[in-house]
């Protein structure tokens, strides 16, 4: 698995780059789990505001709800459920796509016509992935801070400018670039472990089956575990 | 056509999506893009207790800048803050550095003076005073000091 990692990345710095192949990806992982996205960081957002505004009342620290939320939005859960979300939604297509063209000889015909699949397949996904990732973690993040802004500002009672206010106060800069860079790692290991499950398919239909849980089940759990490491290294 | 249309959505994702980023990053992040403005005012302090770069800088509670940077100078913590532009910092200019509620956090607080003379960019404010320390204050009542 890592030589096929380092492989990709090698011929991710050789020129020629397969841009329309890329845009075709940016547009499969990214623009089409947009609905997705936004629907459950509204969502995770509005049960943040709503959990988190009644826990905090016992303590008569409503004020901090704004601050809460954005935290464990932006450092833990945007990335975290962004990449289970597109993991689910465009990993299993992806390895399913990469794993029926292997079994139906498609990659080995590129191979054929002296094309690259590595270039062609793999690298264009790899790259997408993490283009993709961070900007649809800043739209969750983004998302989700007006769901808990609905909650607990329209809903609830907390007053908006405190929400925001205290949201600025406490959320730092390096706040920010360690969601993103989660949600960049994360981008890297789905389109990984996606693509490497879809290129070693083999025994048919029910290869392709099996390899597609694999790699959805591989990349979530996978996801789960190196958050946790990440989150202790850079805390 | 339909090739001009994927790249139109693909186009409208990334934008959308380095919006968010930028959203997040310039307004909570306090990442600053578009240069700095104002001008820099240094105060010197005993001690810092708690304040951090970044922290408000307020008159009469109306934020007008914020902390740049701490360092040490002389055994005394050297804060440097930025101060909008258009806003006046008169000569005897008290600085203070206050904790917003009791457990919030530390800010710097500035009291106008009345002198005719006014800070110059780079320039110091003179009249400085420390946090309070809620420990030693609570360990005074404690051990009857009062």
Redesign the interface.
């Known amino acids: 698995m890592v030589i096929f990692l380092g492989s990709a990345l090698f011929y991710t710095f050789l020129p020629p780059l397969k841009w329309r192949r890329m845009?075709?990806r940016?547009?499969f992982i990214?623009?089409k789990s947009?609905l997705v996205i936004v629907v459950t960081g509204a969502f995770t957002g509005m049960v943040l505001g709503l959990q988190v505004f009644y826990t905090l009342r016992k303590f008569g620290a409503e004020g901090f709800l704004g601050s809460v939320v954005?935290l464990t939005l932006?450092r833990e859960l945007g990335p975290v459920l962004c990449a289970l979300m597109v993991t689910g939604r465009a990993g299993s297509a992806l390895t399913a796509e990469i794993g029926i063209m292997r079994i139906t000889e498609q990659i080995d015909a590129l191979d054929a016509m002296a094309l690259n699949p590595m270039r062609y397949l793999v690298v264009p996904s790899i790259l997408a992935g993490l283009?993709?990732f961070?900007?649809?973690t800043?739209?969750f993040?983004?998302v989700g801070i007006y769901g808990g802004y609905l909650v607990g500002v329209k809903l609830l009672g907390v007053a908006g400018g405190t929400y925001f206010g205290e949201?600025?106060?406490y959320?730092?800069?390096r706040?920010?670039t360690q969601g993103?860079l989660k949600s960049l790692s994360f981008g890297l290991l789905m389109t990984w472990v996606c693509c490497y499950k879809g290129f070693y398919t083999s025994h048919g239909a029910e290869g392709v089956s099996r390899a597609t849980t694999q790699a959805v089940v591989l990349s979530s759990v996978l996801i789960l575990v190196w958050d946790y490491f990440l989150g202790s290294v850079l805390l | 056509m339909k090739r001009g249309g994927l790249e139109v959505v693909v186009g409208v994702f990334l934008l959308l999506g380095i919006f968010a980023l930028g959203w997040i990053s310039i307004r909570l992040g306090q990442m600053q893009v578009l240069g700095v403005s104002g001008y820099t005012v240094y105060a010197d302090f005993p001690t810092a207790g708690g304040l951090k770069e970044g922290a408000s800088v307020e008159i009469a509670g109306v934020k007008i800048g914020r902390v740049e940077g701490i360092s040490l100078i002389d055994y005394q913590a050297r804060v440097a803050m930025r101060i909008d532009s258009g806003v006046e910092l008169q000569e005897d200019t008290i600085a203070s550095i206050k904790t917003k509620g009791l457990i919030g956090e530390k800010y710097m607080r500035l009291s106008p003076g009345a002198s005719d003379e006014i800070i110059s960019p780079g320039g110091k404010i003179r009249e400085t005073e420390p946090p309070i320390d809620l420990e030693d204050l609570i360990g005074n009542i404690i051990f009857g000091k009062f």
Do not use: C, K, S
């Open positions: 845009i075709a940016i547009h990214g623009a947009l954005a932006i283009i993709v961070p900007l649809l800043a739209i993040d983004l949201m600025e106060t959320v730092d800069l706040d920010i993103f």
